[in-house]
T-cell receptor
Framework: QQQVKQSPQSLIVQKGGISIINCAYENTAFDYFPWYQQFPGKGPALLIAIRPDVSEKKEGRFTISFNKSAKQFSLHIMDSQPGDSATYFC?????????FGAGTTVTVRA | DGGITQSPKYLFRKEGQNVTLSCEQN?????MYWYRQDPGQGLRLIYY???????QKGDIAEGYSVSREKKESFPLTVTSAQKNPTAFYLC????????????FGPGTRLLVL
């Protein structure tokens, strides 16, 4: 039973376009929501994270939008670049454990 | 050079064999984790340890064992009871305090001969 549902499974975007990845959760005990970026054969790296008392957080070209009432959050990648081609995972934390979404593979076409 | 190291990068297991994956960290983090990654399934938690000499089962602990004798080290043994061990194994640590950020090592890919 996956506690965090992530969509889409994959997406293709043109260079300069916007990539949007959505996640939903049910457990209201979650209190920290990070996003990870993973390149093939490498470990995931923290990209950006948000707490539920904030509705939006922006770091460079990456923005998290958070809707606490709907229990949904999303990652927007603005001005997508070929170097952004990777798999992105959303996650949700309670206590000492992270629950991960299934991942979204993003391909940016030059 | 700070961080998390995992070894080996690739590991081959024969039928009926136990193998041990190494994870070492010099971040001085108390909590350490082992995840298994299969294509299309994200990361699944195998075991975690919040403090030395203590660890808890995660969601898929069957067929695996761990120990935590030192703060810096959290080795994972894949036993012969794990019938489908082929996967990418990731070790992580969690920073202390309120941020709850987990940092991942480079991973070990386990293949069955």
């Amino acid at each position: 039973q996956q506690q965090v549902k992530q969509s889409p499974q994959s997406l293709i975007v043109q260079k300069g376009g916007i990539s949007i990845i959505n996640c939903a959760y049910e457990n209201t005990a979650f209190d920290y929501f990070p996003w990870y970026q993973q390149f093939p054969g490498k470990g995931p790296a923290l990209l950006i994270a948000i707490r539920p008392d904030v509705s939006e957080k922006k770091e460079g070209r990456f923005t998290i939008s958070f809707n606490k009432s709907a229990k949904q959050f999303s990652l927007h990648i603005m001005d997508s670049q070929p170097g952004d081609s990777a798999t992105y995972f959303c996650a949700a934390s309670s206590d000492y454990k992270l629950s991960f979404g299934a991942g979204t593979t993003v391909t940016v076409r030059a | 050079d700070g961080g998390i190291t995992q070894s080996p990068k690739y590991l081959f297991r024969k039928e009926g064999q136990n193998v041990t994956l190494s994870c070492e960290q010099n971040l001085n983090h108390d909590a350490m984790y082992w995840y298994r990654q299969d294509p299309g399934q994200g990361l699944r938690l195998i075991y975690y340890s919040q403090i030395v000499n203590d660890f808890q089962k995660g969601d898929i602990a069957e067929g695996y064992s761990v120990s935590r004798e030192k703060k810096e080290s959290f080795p994972l043994t894949v036993t012969s009871a794990q019938k489908n061990p082929t996967a990418f194994y990731l070790c992580a640590t969690q920073s202390d305090g309120g941020r709850k950020t987990q940092y991942f090592g480079p991973g070990t890919r386990l293949l069955v001969l």
